[in-house]
Structure formats: C-alpha cells, structure tokens
C-alpha cells in the first residue's frame, strides 16, 4: 500500500491565479439540485448560473468574490477586516475532495462574511489566508515570515520597557 505525500504548499502566485471554482463544484451543484426533489426546476438553474459566474480575485490588499447575473454581488474584504477563517466540508464535499472557506469579519452577521468554495486547494488558501490576516509576509514560496518589521519592533519595544522596570525594581529596593 503507497502511502500519499503531502502535496507541496501553493506559492503566492499560485493563490493570485485561481480565478474560478473547480469544475467538481458544478457536480456537486447538480447532485444537490437532484436530492432538492420537485425542487429541482428552481434549484439547478440558480446553482448552475450561479457556478458560471463565480469568480475569485486574491492580491495584496485582500480577497474578492463576485457572482450573478440578474442580482450582481461582489465581497471584497481586506486583510486587516478578517477576523476568523474556517473549514467546513460534508459528506459530499468531501468526496469531490472540496471544502467551503469560511471567512468571518467583526460585522454584525453570525454567519460568515464571505464564503469561498469549489477549491481544491483550500487548506494552501486557509493558510495563506490566515498569514495574510496575521500581518505576516508571505514569501514567493507561500510561506510567511516568522516576524514582521512591526512585530520586531514592538518585541524591541517590550524587551526595553521589561529593562527599565527591573532597573526601577531595583533602585526602590536598594533605598528601602
């Protein structure tokens, strides 16, 4: 029995260039639309033109979502709006190899803000997306830098302070 290596990680590039969802996610929208019943004339063309439209946009600032035809709607959330980043996946999902990103901001809402599905590579977009959050760089390999300028500078800043408290510690107790 072979045992299956991790694939490796998604470069930067990589991320920037997924544009659309996989064509898994159309079969999974017809095998849904199926066990929708009598429900099915509604169901399909709406998840069907809703695939054909789905269109995703990674950059620097953030990530983009659009979909629609007759109702046009567009998510756009910078980096610094993301709050929370999960994985979800069904049973269906899971067999085309698929899972929903959902991305959650501070807003009112409960549910996600912006929900990315039909990708294969999920957990490669998760984690780029989670390092982008955080405020790290992330290097042409996809991999985000251990500490950032402002980071570094904020540790240099509490190590200083950390200093200055022991000194005064110990100029109060050399008096007392």
Do not use: C
């Not at 953030?62 to 007759?70: E, F, T």
């Not at 984690?127 to 540790?155: C, F, K, Q, T, W």
């Not at 190590?159 to 050399?174: C, G, K, N, P, Y």
């Amino acid at each position: 029995m072979e045992s299956e290596s991790p694939s490796p990680a998604l470069s930067q590039a990589e991320i920037f260039q997924i544009e659309r969802p996989a064509p898994s996610l159309l079969k999974l929208y017809i095998l849904r639309s199926f066990l929708s019943g009598p429900l099915i004339v509604i169901v399909l063309p709406l998840l069907y033109f809703r695939y054909q439209t789905l269109r995703y946009s990674f950059d620097e600032e953030g990530v983009s979502m659009k979909w629609g035809i007759l109702f046009r709607r567009e998510i756009n959330l910078t980096f610094a709006r993301i709050q929370d980043i999960h994985l979800s996946s069904g049973v269906l999902q899971r067999w085309f190899g698929l899972a929903d990103i959902q991305v959650q901001t501070a807003s009112g809402s409960a549910g996600a803000e912006m929900t990315i599905e039909g990708l294969y590579e999920f957990e490669d977009v998760r984690n780029y997306l989670y390092a982008r959050m955080r405020g790290h760089d992330v290097d042409g390999d996809g991999v985000a830098d251990d500490v950032s300028g402002s980071e570094a500078e904020a540790i240099a800043l509490l190590q200083e302070i950390r200093d200055e408290l022991r000194q005064t510690r110990e100029a109060v107790q050399s008096h007392v």
